[in-house]
């Protein structure tokens, strides 16, 4: 079992910056790609960024590229989102995941196994 707890939302205005944490336990980790997704409300889960185990593979969102980087620390069983340049249509639940499969598909929900609960991340215009 994985479990991966997010941390580091909250509200700020446009032009911010966050960054999200997420904590994984569990002895897969280091061998595990890792996406973040994001969900607004009325709207479905989509993809936001995946690093492969390694960190030498980086996946993003067209929407996100050049504003969210994506990183992962394995000694510390941790995947950060530095989140730049926020705007309103970020304002969602940001979510991590945990992936053992490589697909062309890497963006697909499905592609992934253990999710976090969430955190929530609001920005005013």
């Known amino acids: 079992q994985v479990q991966l707890v997010e941390s580091g939302g909250g509200l700020v205005q446009a032009g911010g910056s966050l960054r999200l944490s997420c904590a994984a336990s569990g002895r897969t980790f280091s061998s595990s790609a890792m996406g973040w997704f994001r969900q607004a409300p009325g709207k479905e889960r989509e993809f936001v960024a995946r690093i492969s185990w390694s960190g030498g593979s980086l996946y993003y969102a067209d929407s996100v590229k050049g504003r969210f980087t994506i990183s992962r620390d394995n000694a510390k069983n941790t995947v950060y989102l530095q989140m730049n340049s926020l705007k309103p249509e970020d304002t969602a639940v940001y979510y991590c995941?945990?992936?053992?499969?490589?697909?062309?598909?890497?963006?697909?929900?499905?592609?992934?196994?253990?999710w976090g609960q969430g955190t929530q991340v609001t920005v005013s215009s």
């Open positions: 995941a945990t992936s053992t499969t490589y697909s062309s598909t890497y963006y697909s929900p499905n592609l992934y196994d253990y």
